[in-house]
């Protein structure tokens, strides 16, 4: 069955720390993962996506890994800051048109 | 603001009525997606469009469940009869894809939060 799981569920943090968010997956196959940013109460903005040549890739803060022989991607978030906290999603897509297989999300607080 | 624009953005309804719900995707997007999510949990696929086609169902979309993109641009997604279950975020997406497999990136709206009493 194809899944994605995150890890943790939730997370709190002190401000200006980093912190790493963990994703597993069994779909296959697999064309992309992609990490999505989502603040409560709006839709999901799009971080990174990786493809299964891509060991890492970096937007700002945040730098997402993929390794795709274990199917497993990481999401780590550098000098965190109080505008980072939010639900972080990892979604991987297979090879269909719409096989785009959501995880649950990891909640991150950041407090000062 | 070119962005995928969603309407209403909150809607409150008695069990038994019917809402609908609108998505304008980004302009030249081909592929129009409707999620829903519910709190503490991912977003869930419910159906999508290329053009006007309406490719894909999920067994989440029941009977009481429509949705549309008439002219290939922006779509309705349609429930009849809400039940409390429905209460939820719906979330629209589009992405611009050029190959037949590939999915594209997809741009979110900000959703629609539908509560049912």
């Known amino acids: 069955k194809n899944q994605v799981e995150q890890s943790p569920q939730s997370l709190i943090i002190l401000e200006g720390k980093n912190c790493t968010l963990q994703?597993?997956?069994?779909?296959?196959?697999?064309?992309?993962l992609r990490w999505y940013k989502q603040d409560t109460g709006r839709g999901p903005v799009s971080l990174t996506i990786m493809t299964f040549s891509e060991n890492t890739k970096s937007n700002g803060r945040y730098t997402a890994t993929l390794d795709a022989d274990t199917k497993q991607s990481s999401l780590h978030i550098t000098a965190s800051q109080l505008s980072d906290s939010a639900s972080y999603i990892c979604?991987?897509?297979?090879?269909?048109?719409?096989?785009?297989?959501f995880g649950k999300g990891t909640t991150l607080s950041v407090s000062s | 603001d070119t962005g995928v624009s969603q309407d209403p953005r909150h809607k409150i309804t008695k069990r038994g009525q019917n809402v609908t719900f609108r998505c304008d995707p980004i302009s030249e997007h081909n592929r129009l997606y409707w999620y829903r999510q519910t709190l503490g949990q991912g977003p869930e696929f419910l159906t999508y469009f290329q053009n006007e086609a309406q490719l894909e169902k999920s067994r989440l979309l029941s009977d009481r469940f429509s949705a549309e993109r008439p002219k290939g641009s922006f779509s309705t997604l349609e429930i009849q009869r809400t039940e409390q279950g429905d209460s939820a975020m719906y979330l629209c997406?589009?992405?611009?894809?050029?190959?037949?497999?590939?999915?594209?990136?997809?741009?979110f709206g900000e959703g629609s939060r539908l509560t049912v009493l």
């Open positions: 997406a589009s992405s611009l894809v050029r190959a037949y497999l590939n999915t594209g990136e997809l741009f």
């Open positions: 994703c597993n997956y069994t779909v296959s196959p697999f064309s992309n």
């Open positions: 979604v991987v897509s297979g090879q269909a048109g719409t096989a785009l297989i």
